[in-house]
């Protein structure tokens, strides 16, 4: 059995935004993913969303897409949480949008597969 956990994206204070590493979830059943956000400065607020590619490993500009109904808001300190079965693409990455403040965020992504 295949399994994940990687950190998605590690610790950094976002401004205006911010995008993961591409994460290989080939042979993987389900996801799940946690993000930390902390107060770094001001009245932090923005979103997160996840994003799929369908395309093959080393495609040198691989096309994004949003998954559905991924978006996430946040205005001050939480934990965001997603969680996916079936998951039948073999890229995902996060992208944080921060429209107030400075947000620390730090992402996590666990999985099981074959």
């Known amino acids: 059995m ?3 956990n990687d950190l998605l994206l590690p610790t950094q204070s976002v401004t205006s935004s911010a995008t993961s ?3 290989d979830v080939q042979h993987i059943y389900a996801i799940d993913v946690m993000a930390s956000v902390t107060v770094v400065s001001g009245t932090i607020a923005g979103s997160i ?3 799929k590619s369908d395309d093959p490993a080393g495609t040198a500009s ?3 897409f949003d998954i559905a109904n991924s978006s996430q808001s946040f205005s001050g300190a939480t934990t965001l949480n997603w969680a996916y079965a079936d998951v039948a693409y073999p890229f ?3 992208v944080v949008t921060v ?3 400075t947000a620390g965020v730090t992402m996590r992504i666990n999985g099981k597969g074959a």
């Open 99 to 101: 429209s107030s403040g």
């Open 2 to 4: 295949r399994i994940l």
């Open 21 to 23: 590493v591409t994460q």
């Open 62 to 64: 691989p096309v994004w």
């Open 92 to 94: 995902v990455r996060a």
């Open 49 to 51: 969303k996840l994003q």
